[in-house]
């Protein structure tokens, strides 16, 4: 969230009370514009309006006086239409002022800016002095509480990516990794890179930045199966083997490989688990070569 404050009225920055790097909380008084021009519109309003109702008071009592005329038959009963008229009319008055009073005291209300949500002031705009129209920027609050985390992942996996699927995020700003799940995904692809645009959620981490990097890793599935350092399988024409350490002696095996991760390369077949491989310098060896293993 990083909403720009802006004015709502047009009046002159009076005062500001925080700057650039401030920490805020929701309710904090931002900026005091100058607040004399809504001050007394709001004293004109009151003002009408206070005499609007004691003209009224003034209409009741005639209306009374000559109800009592007419129930004594000393005036004919027409005579009241007008104060009737005349009462109705002020009532209408009344009203009108009471909203423009409203009006008056609710922009008089805007000339003090107080902070929407609780975060750090990115950037202050306005000075003292400047003069904002309606809609002028004052100050950018940022509030890291809740980011939205933007991943491109190959359009080869439209068909596998999903919402509510679990991902992994890692931020190079902190050590800690957190798994949360793909809130949603764009509907288009990307135009320059043909990726998909996969959106999770980061709540509640106060340590990740807006605008840093992130790196998302997707778990499709979960699998448990042997691993080799990378550089341990060697392509023979023969395909990919390892050599496999006996008494001394180097061994050619012939594996079947998955998945590639972190160094580590998955072996479907053709090795078992606590055999002892070569790593360091496989490449040199050939089937049944004898080796000396030296301790560094």
């Given at each position: 969230m990083d909403p720009t404050i802006r004015s709502e009225i047009a009046s002159s920055v009076k005062k500001i009370y925080t700057k650039t790097g401030f920490i805020l909380k929701k309710g904090d008084l931002i900026a005091q514009l100058d607040d004399q021009d809504y001050r007394y519109q709001l004293e004109l309003a009151e003002a009408e309006?206070?005499?609007?109702?004691?003209?009224?008071?003034?209409?009741?009592?005639?209306?009374?006086r000559n109800a009592e005329l007419v129930d004594q038959n000393f005036i004919s009963p027409n005579a009241l239409d007008e104060i009737v008229n005349q009462k109705?009319?002020?009532?209408?008055?009344?009203?009108?002022?009471?909203?423009?009073?409203?009006?008056?005291?609710?922009?008089?209300?805007?000339?003090?800016?107080?902070?929407?949500?609780?975060?750090?002031?990115?950037?202050?705009?306005?000075?003292?002095?400047?003069f904002l129209k309606?809609?002028?920027?004052?100050?950018?609050?940022?509030?890291?509480?809740?980011?939205?985390?933007?991943?491109?992942?190959?359009e080869r996996l439209a068909t596998k990516l999903k919402p509510g699927l679990p991902i992994e995020l890692k931020s190079?700003?902190?050590?800690?990794?957190?798994?949360?799940?793909?809130?949603?995904?764009?509907?288009?692809?990307?135009?320059?890179?043909?990726?998909i645009d996969v959106i999770a959620d980061v709540v509640n981490q106060p340590n990740w930045q807006a605008g840093g990097s992130v790196?998302?890793?997707?778990?499709?599935?979960?699998?448990?199966?042997?691993?080799?350092?990378?550089?341990s399988i060697i392509l023979r024409p023969a395909g990919q083997v390892v050599y496999v350490v006996i008494n001394d002696v180097a061994f050619e095996k012939s594996v079947q490989t998955g998945i590639t991760q972190n160094g580590n390369t998955e072996i479907t077949a053709?090795?078992?688990?606590?055999?002892?491989?070569?790593?360091?310098?496989?490449?040199?060896?050939?089937?049944?070569?004898?080796?000396?293993?030296?301790?560094?």
């Open positions: 309006l206070s005499q609007l109702k004691i003209r009224l008071i003034g209409q009741n009592k005639t209306y009374q109705n009319e002020t009532e209408e008055l009344i009203k009108i002022s009471e909203a423009r009073a409203k009006i008056a005291n609710y922009r008089l209300s805007k000339t003090k800016i107080y902070s929407p949500i609780n975060g750090k002031v990115e950037k202050q705009i306005a000075s003292v002095g400047d309606v809609g002028d920027s004052i100050i950018q609050i940022m509030n890291n509480d809740r980011l939205r985390a933007h991943v491109p992942f190959p190079p700003i902190v050590q800690e990794k957190i798994i949360v799940k793909i809130a949603e995904l764009k509907p288009q692809l990307i135009s320059d890179t043909l990726s790196r998302g890793t997707v778990v499709f599935k979960e699998i448990r199966n042997l691993s080799v350092p990378e550089q053709g090795l078992e688990l606590g055999e002892l491989i070569a790593v360091d310098g496989a490449a040199y060896l050939t089937d049944e070569a004898k080796i000396n293993i030296t301790q560094k």
